[in-house]
Structures are given as C-alpha cells and as structure tokens.
C-alpha cells in the first residue's frame, strides 16, 4: 500500500500514514488496531507515531481510546499543533474534533482472549513486587508493608503479543519519513505506553542520514532509543544492517533475553535488520520494495 502510494506521486508521510493505516484497517497479527491485546480492564488502546524526516516534526498518539485510525490522528497532532504527543481519552477527544469517529475498538475476538486470561489467574502479566503474588492471581494488587525486589524476568510470554507495524519511506529525492501502529502489549496495566510512540525508540527518520524503526518488548526497548541510535550510527556512514546490529548488542548487554529487532534503511536506499536471538525467536522477516525489485519482498535476517 504504501508503494503505490509513492508510485502514485504521494508523498512520503502520504506512504507511511496509508501503509501503517492499511495495517490498522487488517488488524495485522493482532497486534495492530482495534479488536487486539485488550488490557488488564479488556480495553484495546492504540499507540502510533509519524515524523518528518526533513523538518523533524513528530506527531503521536499514546493509550488512544475508541479512535480506530491511530496513524492518521498522529498525523494531525503534527499538522494542526504545536504539540508532538497527545494521550488518553484527551487524544481522543482531539481526535474527533479532526473528524474522526468515535467508535469500539472491542471485538468478540478481543473479549474471548481477555476472558480467558482471566480464567488462567490472569497469567501472565507486567506487575511484580505486589501482594497478592501476581504470578498466581487476578490481584487487585497492592505493594506490600515490606519490599523484597526482584529481578526482572521474562515470562511465558507469546512473541505476538508485542509488535508493531514499523515503517522506513525514503523518496526519490533523498526525503526520509517513519511511522509506527500498534494496540501495545496484551494484557497491559491500563495506562501502559510502549515504545512505538517515542520519537527515536519507536521510529526516527533524518533525511539527512537515513530512518528506523523498532518491533519487540518496547518497555525494554524504549530505554535505550534504539532507532535514533540507529540513524546516528548510519550517519557516522556505518551500513544499516551493521548500525541496526549494534543497536541489538547493546541492548543484550542489559537484557539478554528481550525480544525485538529493529529495520534500518540509508539515504542511498541501502537497507538491513538485526534481531535478538532467543528460544523461538531466531530470524526476523521483514517487507522491502524498491525500484530494483519487481514487487514487494519479504526478507529474512538471522538473530545475533
């Protein structure tokens, strides 16, 4: 979708916002648009960014409620404020006043996951260090009189319960835009915002070095800002796939066992990806179209 837009004559932020829009309206994976990863109340919230990469304007939405087309209110938050994110129901709110319709984002498919999460003790879940034992119960939580922390670990968590539809567009004439959708973690505590709304953890575009974008466990990812790091290694003059490697290893060194990867295009049109290699979760497939390709492509990088 957002090929033929460019090869239509649309612009790039045109490209992402139809691209990550298409995403949105096909509920890709589940994890993009309405009717997917409800939170802890069975609500499905939207998280989305675009940015300009010749001006550096961002606009993003975060814990959007009861607005289907999450990409195109972040595009109005960059065309019609001063402002780079709105959130909540203030978001949605603002989101109407530009024309958008109110609506459920609740599914029969959404009610039944939420559901039977609640039939396996809400298992699993984002709380820790709470009373009652969050690993064996639907709470409601509270901190406890004494706190023994615990390290972080990552539970038996699906790999499709984070991602994201993630986007690179570099025009013709060297302009670089980025965006991202998503409905954020399954089962996330009401309020949870992930990194595909972060301007340079989520996306980053520079049209003067290149553009990135980022999938995987964002309340992990989001702490290092991996696709600004990302542009910046790129335009050190270092490849994307090399650029996007480093931006994984350095995330390992903290979290060995996160789940993401991350896509990396140039201002010259070259391209790559990296991804973090654990159980289930060894290669990382991703779409490319370009004037060298007949059509749109599927790619597959191996995780390091």
């Given at each position: 979708t957002a090929w033929g837009v460019l090869q239509l004559g649309g612009s790039e932020l045109d490209a992402v916002e139809r691209g990550c829009g298409?995403?949105?309206?096909?509920?890709?994976?589940?994890?993009?648009?309405?009717?997917?990863?409800?939170?802890?109340?069975?609500?499905?919230?939207?998280?989305?960014?675009?940015?300009?990469?010749?001006?550096?304007?961002?606009?993003?939405?975060?814990?959007?409620?009861?607005?289907?087309?999450?990409?195109?209110?972040?595009?109005?938050?960059?065309?019609?404020?001063?402002?780079?994110?709105?959130?909540?129901?203030?978001?949605?709110?603002?989101?109407?006043?530009?024309?958008?319709?109110?609506?459920?984002?609740?599914?029969?498919?959404s009610l039944l996951v939420y559901s039977e999460w609640l039939n396996q003790s809400c298992q699993p879940n984002y709380w820790k260090n709470v009373i009652p034992d969050s690993s064996k119960s639907c709470g409601p939580y509270k901190r406890p009189e004494k706190v023994t922390y615990k390290e972080e670990q990552i539970s038996r968590r699906s790999f499709h319960n984070h991602d994201t539809i993630g986007m690179v567009v570099i025009g013709g004439s060297g302009i670089v835009a980025s965006g991202t959708s998503t409905n954020g973690a399954v089962h996330k505590i009401p309020g949870r915002v992930g990194d595909s709304p972060i301007a340079g953890a989520g996306s980053y575009a520079d049209s003067t070095a290149g553009g990135a974008a980022a999938t995987g466990d964002g309340d992990i990812m989001m702490r290092f800002l991996p696709s600004y790091q990302a542009v910046e290694y790129m335009r050190m003059g270092t490849d994307p796939t090399v650029a996007c490697q480093k931006v994984i290893s350095r995330?390992?060194?903290?979290?060995?066992?996160?789940?993401?990867?991350?896509?990396?295009?140039?201002?010259?049109?070259?391209?790559?990806?990296?991804?973090?290699?654990?159980?289930?979760?060894?290669?990382?497939?991703?779409?490319?179209?370009?004037?060298?390709?007949?059509?749109?492509?599927?790619?597959?990088?191996?995780?390091i």
């Open positions: 298409q995403c949105e309206i096909d509920q890709c994976d589940g994890s993009v648009g309405y009717g997917g990863s409800p939170d802890e109340s069975g609500e499905t919230t939207l998280d989305a960014m675009i940015m300009n990469g010749n001006t550096m304007e961002v606009g993003a939405v975060a814990d959007l409620r009861h607005v289907k087309n999450a990409i195109s209110v972040a595009r109005k938050v960059m065309e019609y404020t001063k402002h780079t994110l709105l959130v909540g129901e203030s978001a949605s709110l603002f989101a109407v006043r530009m024309g958008f319709p109110y609506e459920d984002l609740t599914t029969q498919k995330i390992q060194k903290y979290a060995p066992k996160f789940f993401g990867a991350v896509i990396c295009a140039n201002t010259t049109g070259s391209y790559g990806a990296a991804c973090n290699k654990i159980p289930g979760f060894t290669q990382f497939h991703f779409m490319v179209s370009s004037p060298l390709l007949s059509q749109p492509t599927e790619q597959v990088v191996d995780c």
